[in-house]
């Protein structure tokens, strides 16, 4: 997870280097966390579709969520870790409540073995819009 942070901080000093967007850091009333999920071995693909399944919808329908991004832990890939970016407290409150979230709490009951959530201050975030593509970089 430390080289995963400082990677990420890398690439947001170089994109800052190269002329990106400027924006306040940390937006004000902006919702960041990471969750800290242990699957069970034996169901992780199924987690893993309805996982996918949940973030797409997520992005797609919900004006405050703003981005969803899951990882594997490369030496224990029952280890994920989501970052979840809200635009506030609200939204937040709204996601855990919209129809594609409880699917996906029932659906992983029995293949979540642990979850931690830890709540953040952003420093700054930022993407490229295409992704490897390029594209106009935003931050916030």
């Given at each position: 997870m430390r080289d995963m942070m400082r990677a990420a901080g890398a690439a947001t000093l170089a994109l800052a280097g190269a002329g990106a967007a400027q924006a306040?850091?940390?937006?004000?009333?902006m919702m960041v966390r990471i969750a800290e999920?242990?699957?069970?071995?034996?169901?992780?693909d199924a987690y893993k579709t309805i996982l996918a399944t949940e973030q797409e919808a997520?992005?797609?329908?919900?004006?405050?969520?703003?981005?969803?991004?899951?990882?594997?832990?490369?030496d224990d890939p029952t280890q994920i870790r989501l970052l979840e970016v809200y635009a506030s407290r609200a939204a937040y409150e709204a996601h855990i409540r919209a129809p594609h979230f409880l699917t996906y709490k029932t659906a992983t009951a029995t293949m979540v073995?642990?979850?931690?959530?830890?709540?953040?201050?952003?420093?700054?975030l930022?993407?490229?819009s295409k992704g490897k593509a390029g594209g106009?970089?935003?931050?916030?």
């Open positions: 306040t850091p940390g937006a004000p009333g999920v242990s699957v069970d071995p034996a169901q992780l997520s992005v797609r329908s919900e004006p405050g969520v703003l981005m969803l991004h899951s990882v594997q832990i490369a073995r642990a979850l931690r959530l830890v709540d953040t201050q952003p420093i700054l930022c993407a490229k106009p970089v935003t931050c916030m």
